[in-house]
Structure formats: structure tokens, C-alpha cells
């Protein structure tokens, strides 16, 4: 599998995002998948019923340009969120995201009927913000197997762009186990039935996810990991008795899976203080500004993520990784290589390059003097 990502973005200012540029010479973009990622599945024969809603609108196919998103997105009808889809949709519109992913809790929001577009988005302008359907299947059981913290069990999944939409709020849940991967299993039936790409949030928090859980999760299919979710920073970064986000996934992407590490800002309080602010974390992809082909650089690891750190290039050239800082980022900034789980480098520039290993993966991380990073996805030789 080789990754080779050419990613260019503008510099956003302190706590607000600017609008994504494409550079002045796009490299191509080539990714090999171990495997296929489905992104709409046909509802098996004794499936439950939903509503499956109008072919999507023919967008007119344009070029692939760098596009600025989130995809953990809250609103009221989540149930632990004020604000009114339409002012969420404004907040990150007015701030120069490209896209959003709405996330509710157990339930696909529609932004209404005059901009329901069709499968995989709720909202798709000839210009402003997309917002891709989307749903966090939330289960928060005691006493899984492995253990978390106590009794505390919390298998959140998102969704992104399901294709058919349940009428009222999901009851998915396998309340008949204790097995954390056969809780997370029923994620995937219900992936089965409303389609969409899975994406594995804040996996540590109260401690619930190990190496083998997360390894064997990519393997039945789950190709997306929240690697820095903003709001759990602490979760996020591990203690002396438990593994960070990072470390997990590099123990996975030893096994060989397919897994792209994400950030976000599960958002829920946006103009107004909360414990969830939104801003904060986002991906930049490579796509056409249309809702399926974003979906399909999510699903093939065409993108970076980023809590702050703008990118030039991320891209694999002659079996090496080429990393850039974009122009205008004020520095310092660190590029460290991390080669099979082990960092093999670290330089303090605006550029650098490292070789493919023969065996594994090589990823990047870049971080500026103030702590902001940005993940570049890993990459692997033929």
C-alpha cells in the first residue's frame, strides 16, 4: 500500500479557520487500499426498515482541490447541544471550513427540505459549506470486557455519510454482552443497514480500547480512529498505566490494518462558553468539492489532520515521504518520523524527507512551538 498525499492549506489565525488553497502545481494523488472501503451498503433482506431518501443531485465534476472539514460535529437535536443546526452550519461557514460531518447522538439531522440534497449530504451548495449526513451511534453500558476505568463503558461511532436515514432516534445497541468488539459489532450491522464510513471516537476515553480491540475493529472495517479529539486532550495523551491514541495506533498499523488517524472538535457550544467548544480540530482532505468524493478521500486516507498546523506537502515522492510546512506558518516547527511505532528522526525545518521503509509504514507528525500539530496519514511501499 503506498500514500501519497499532496495537502496545501492556508494558515488559519488564532481560534479562527481560514478557507483551504490549492497549490500552484497539484501533485497527484495515489492511494492503494488493502482493501475496498464500502461507503453505502445495501440494507440486508430482513433489515429494519428506514427511509432511504432521493438520488443525490448530479454535481458537474470538477477538479480536486484541499478542502477543510470536521467530522464530529453536535447540534440540538443531539440532545446535549443549544444551538440550531442553522447556526452551527453558520458558525463553521463563516470560519472557512469547506464541510462539516453532523454527528447527533443515535439520529441522521436533516437541515430541512429545502436542503436535503440527497444520499450522503444534508446540505450541498454550489458554494458555502457542505454538511455530509452523518450520525455518532452512542452506547454507554457498564462493565465491558476488556475493562475501562471501573464500570465505565463508553463504544461512540460515527457514521459518515450514511445513505438511508432511520425515522426517529436509533435504538442499535447488543445489550446482551459484555465483549467490547461484539458491542462495537453492532455498529457495523447498522453500518450494514444505513451505510457510511465508520470513524472510532475518543477510543481512550475512560481507558476502553487496547491494541487488539482497535486492530480488530480496522480488520472487520472500521478504516477511520479519532487520534486527537480536542475535547479529551488528557484521554488523548495516556498516563504511566495506559497507552495514548498515538501509541494505539501505531500498535495497530504494526498488525498491517488500514487505519487513518483523525482530529476533531466534537463540537456541541459554538457562539457561546461550554464545555465543548467547537473549533480546534479538523482534517484537510484532497477531493472535488462534491459530498461523494469526500467521502472517498476519507476512505482512502487522503487527507491530514491537524489541530492548528498548516501543510504544504505530505506526500510520498520516489518511495520517500516529503513533508513541507506551508508558507506563512510561523514557527518553530518539529517533523518527526515515525517509522513502524519507533520516531527514526527528527528535524526542526519547514521541510523534510524520509525513505519508505522496506517492511511497515512511515508516518509524520509536525509540531509548532506553541504544542499545535498536524498527522500525516502512514504510508507503505508496494
Excluded at 33 to 58: E, G, H, M, R
Excluded at 88 to 100: H, L, N, P, Q
Excluded at 143 to 148: D, H, K, L
Excluded at 312 to 327: C, F, G, K, N, T
Amino acid at each position: 500500500m503506498i500514500a501519497a498525499l499532496g495537502l496545501a492549506c492556508t494558515k488559519p489565525e488564532p481560534q479562527v479557520a481560514q478557507p483551504t488553497q490549492p497549490p500552484a502545481s497539484p501533485v497527484p494523488v495515489a492511494i492503494e487500499l488493502d482493501a475496498a472501503v464500502d461507503v453505502a451498503v445495501d440494507a440486508a433482506p430482513d433489515a429494519p426498515q428506514v427511509a432511504t431518501v432521493d438520488a443525490p443531485v448530479v454535481i458537474a465534476p470538477g477538479p480536486e482541490v484541499w478542502l477543510k472539514g470536521s467530522t464530529h460535529v453536535h447540534a440540538k437535536p443531539s440532545g446535549d447541544s443549544a444551538t440550531p443546526v442553522e447556526e452551527v452550519i453558520a458558525w463553521y461557514e463563516s470560519r472557512g471550513y469547506d464541510f462539516i460531518a453532523l454527528t447527533d447522538h443515535n439520529r441522521i439531522t436533516e437541515v430541512g427540505a429545502t436542503t436535503t440534497v440527497g444520499r450522503v449530504a444534508v446540505r450541498a451548495p454550489a458554494a458555502g459549506l457542505i454538511v455530509l449526513a452523518g450520525i455518532e451511534l452512542t452506547f454507554n453500558p457498564s462493565g465491558c470486557v476488556p475493562a475501562g476505568d471501573g464500570d465505565k463503558c463508553r463504544i461512540h461511532v460515527n457514521l459518515l455519510g450514511p445513505s438511508s436515514r432511520p425515522p426517529d432516534k436509533l435504538e442499535w445497541a447488543d445489550r446482551k454482552t459484555k465483549d467490547r468488539v461484539a458491542m462495537y459489532q453492532a455498529v457495523l450491522e447498522q453500518q450494514k443497514i444505513l451505510g457510511g464510513i465508520a470513524q472510532i471516537n475518543h477510543p481512550q476515553w475512560y481507558w476502553g480500547m487496547t491494541a487488539e480491540v482497535l486492530t480488530e475493529l480496522a480488520r472487520r472495517g472500521m478504516p477511520l480512529v479519532e487520534i486527537a479529539n480536542v475535547q479529551f486532550a488528557t484521554w488523548n495523551a495516556g498516563d504511566k498505566d495506559h497507552p495514548s491514541t498515538e501509541a494505539l495506533w501505531d500498535a495497530a498499523l504494526a498488525k498491517g490494518v488500514t487505519l487513518w488517524g483523525v482530529a476533531s472538535d466534537d463540537a456541541h457550544h459554538y457562539n457561546d462558553p461550554g464545555k465543548y467548544p467547537a473549533g480546534g480540530g479538523w482534517v484537510v482532505v484532497r477531493a472535488r468539492r462534491e459530498p461523494q468524493a469526500i467521502l472517498e478521500a476519507l476512505a482512502a486516507g487522503r487527507f491530514y489532520a491537524s489541530t492548528g498546523v498548516a501543510l504544504a506537502r505530505a506526500e510520498v515522492v520516489d518511495q520517500s515521504l516529503v513533508v513541507e510546512i506551508a508558507p506563512g506558518e510561523r514557527g518553530p516547527h518539529a517533523i518527526a518520523f515515525i517509522e513502524n511505532g519507533k520516531q527514526v528522526a527528527k528535524v526542526k525545518a519547514n521541510t523534510a524527507r524520509r525513505a519508505l521503509p522496506s517492511q511497515g509504514y512511515l508516518r509524520a507528525v509536525v509540531t509548532r512551538g506553541d504544542g499545535k500539530q498536524a498527522w500525516v496519514q502512514p504510508a507503505r511501499r508496494p
